[in-house]
């Protein structure tokens, strides 16, 4: 799926299937999650083998149902000798805190990679 970064420049907003993510608690001192917490997001995105969607609208991130808010420490990156893009970072959902994966491995990964790019530096141009 190619993006259009023109438009994602003026609505801040990208869309896009992704084939693997991980959620886990962080900082490890932070409010302890719950075990449907926890079962919730197992089943329906770290060990869920499907694509997930996900969007990005400004300053949130939407993974199925699930709402990523006060984003920070937002790294985006291409391996050495892998064809996919992963985006992590750190945000809120609810009252819990949490650190996200994002791997973007479909041939289109280098695009994603500029969008999500354009993405990060629109919306948090000061997050280094």
């Known amino acids: 799926m190619r993006l259009n970064l023109v438009w994602v420049l003026h609505n801040s907003e990208i869309s896009y299937l992704c084939e693997k993510i991980h959620v886990h ?15 919730e997001l197992e089943d329906s995105i770290n060990k ?41 970072f750190e945000a ?3 009252v819990l805190l949490a650190h996200v994966h994002v791997t973007v491995k479909s041939e289109n990964y280098v695009d994603v990679f500029i969008e999500l790019t354009s993405w990060k530096n629109e919306t948090f141009p000061n997050d280094s």
């Open 92 to 94: 809120q959902f609810g």
């Open 48 to 88: 869920n083998p499907k694509k997930k969607k996900v969007t990005m609208k400004k300053d949130i991130v939407q993974i199925e149902n699930f709402k990523f808010t006060s984003l920070k420490k937002i790294g985006i990156t291409v391996p050495f000798f892998k064809k996919e893009c992963t985006l992590i």
């Open 25 to 39: 608690r962080w900082p490890m001192d932070g409010p302890v999650w719950d075990d449907s917490v926890k079962k």
